[in-house]
């Protein structure tokens, strides 16, 4: 018989000798039926800290991992060498100034029509 069952049903299950079983005289609070009664949090006893002591060796460890992957596909990379990085940069810097000054005297030129407008 699954636990949901036995619930409804009203079968306890056999608790361990001297085992505190929730009683009324116990101080236990009941539950409302269809809801779980309210769980006390549990401490985590010191061995299970060591736990959290391992997940921080392995954290570390996994981002030392990824580090060293890292510096094996940037060393796949086909870096680009000096001429191209300076071809690239002077033909993006023309580019940008050739659109400054374009909306630059777009600008001028709206500004005066409004001024027009409005005199």
Do not use: H
Request: proline share 5%.
């Amino acid at each position: 018989m699954s636990k949901l069952r036995k619930a409804k049903a009203g079968v306890s299950e056999p608790t361990a000798v001297g085992e505190d079983q929730g009683g009324e005289e116990s101080g236990a609070r009941t539950a409302a039926p269809g809801t779980s009664p309210r769980k006390e949090p549990v401490r985590k006893p010191k061995a299970q800290r060591s736990d959290v002591k391992n997940r921080v060796v392995a954290a570390v460890e996994n981002a030392s991992q990824f580090l060293r992957e890292v510096r094996v596909e940037l060393t796949k990379v086909s870096w680009p060498n000096r001429r191209d990085v300076i071809a690239s940069t002077s033909v993006v810097l023309v580019i940008v100034f050739l659109i400054a000054a374009f909306l630059g005297l777009v600008d001028l030129g709206l500004s005066r029509i409004i001024k027009l407008v409005l005199s």
